[in-house]
């Protein structure tokens, strides 16, 4: 009988056990998750914004992928806290905007 | 009786008769320390704190308006960032740098905005919140300026050759904020017409403008038009804080300086 029980425990902790483990690994992960997903926008805005000084040397094919690489950036800026929120939405305004106007000149001097 | 009164009715449309007819207060021009002073007061009175007294000179003197108009993020209208202390503790506008670790010139610069109320904060307020109090600045003009190569308007002093001079270098990066970008390529100069007869036209320079403002700080949101020729540029709208006016009434040189944009030789 006693013999029984121990080896229901063991079977209980091993099936609980990792279960428990992982619930409390979850907000760790969570946490982590967050983190590269802030990395991963950050490092895409600093590859897409960095390249403002060039922007008249691209094509209008890389114009318009820069552009739509700008937009594809706003919705994960939309969801930053209201700081981080202000300046990076500032900052892309700008850097969109350049490729935008860059992209209108180039198509101003073909006409 | 009729004389006096004849006099009386004289004097009074001498005294209120010209008030209408006058369109405006003229503005006092500002002292050389004074140009390019924001006075920043979105929330600070409201909080019970002094206005905010930003000095462009000697800001200006450490980094390119880019770093802090572009990466930094400060709008290019007084009052328009809208910043927030919350903002500036969590390492954003003013706290970008004023954030008791980034180093300046060997000096650890002091850190903006705290939730801290004891006297000793409420004295570092201060270093900002200083609008209508006497605070002394770790920075005096006078000292600042005594080298540095003159000008007759603005600040008094021509910045640009003080850099060439390399008396003045501002950091055109900014560790933590600003993306790595490759240099620029220099666009050309090109001169613009001036309207009005026997005035030099102007050379509009490029390179003077990109080296401390990148593009993305003029185009589009200043500069709207992309073909050239086909925005038209009014000395009125200038002066109303337009096009070169946004920064050539406020902090760059001011329009009285004529020459200095009309140079073309005639």
């Known amino acids: 009988m006693f013999k029984r029980k121990i080896v229901g425990a063991v079977l209980l902790l091993g099936l609980v056990g990792p279960c428990a483990a992982q619930a409390a690994d979850e907000p760790r992960r969570s946490a982590a998750q967050a983190d590269a997903e802030q990395k991963s926008w950050e490092k895409e805005f600093d590859e897409v914004c960095s390249k403002t000084q060039d922007a008249m040397t691209f094509s209008e094919e890389e114009l318009k992928d820069l552009i739509r690489r700008c937009d594809a950036l706003l919705p994960q800026i939309e969801k930053l806290d209201e700081s981080q929120r202000k300046v990076h939405l500032g900052r892309l305004r700008k850097c969109r905007g350049l490729y935008a106007y860059v992209l209108d000149a180039k198509g101003n001097e073909k006409k | ?266």
């Open chain 2, 1 to 266: 009786m009729s004389k006096k009164m004849l006099f009386a009715m004289a004097a009074l449309l001498v005294l209120f008769g010209q008030a209408p007819s006058q369109t405006g207060v003229k503005k006092r021009r500002p002292l050389p320390y004074e140009y390019g002073r924001v006075i920043i007061n979105n929330y600070s009175e409201k909080a019970e704190l002094a206005p905010v007294v930003f000095e462009h000179w000697v800001h200006r003197s450490k980094y390119t308006c880019r770093v802090c108009h572009v990466d930094v993020g400060f709008a290019m209208k007084a009052g328009a960032t809208d910043i927030t202390a919350a903002d500036n503790s969590r390492g954003y506008y003013c706290g970008a740098c004023h954030n008791g670790k980034t180093v300046v010139e060997g000096r650890i610069v002091f850190q903006a905005c705290s939730k801290k109320g004891t006297s000793e904060e409420s004295k570092r307020c201060q270093r900002c919140h200083s609008y209508g109090l006497k605070v002394a600045s770790d920075y005096d003009f006078f000292h600042f300026s005594e080298p540095l190569p003159k000008e007759r308007f603005g600040n008094g002093l021509d910045w640009e050759k003080a850099e060439e001079l390399g008396l003045i270098k501002p950091a055109s990066f900014l560790e933590g904020v600003s993306g790595k970008k490759s240099s620029l390529a220099l666009q050309k100069d090109f001169a613009l017409n001036a309207k009005v007869e026997g005035m030099p036209d102007i050379i509009f320079s490029h390179k003077k403008h990109t080296v401390w403002n990148g593009c993305e700080l003029c185009h589009p949101e200043i500069f709207v038009g992309v073909k050239k020729g086909n925005t038209r540029y009014s000395m009125v709208d200038i002066s109303e804080g337009k096009s070169c006016g946004v920064c050539h009434t406020t902090v760059a040189f001011p329009l009285t300086d004529c020459q200095r944009c009309h140079s073309k030789p005639v």
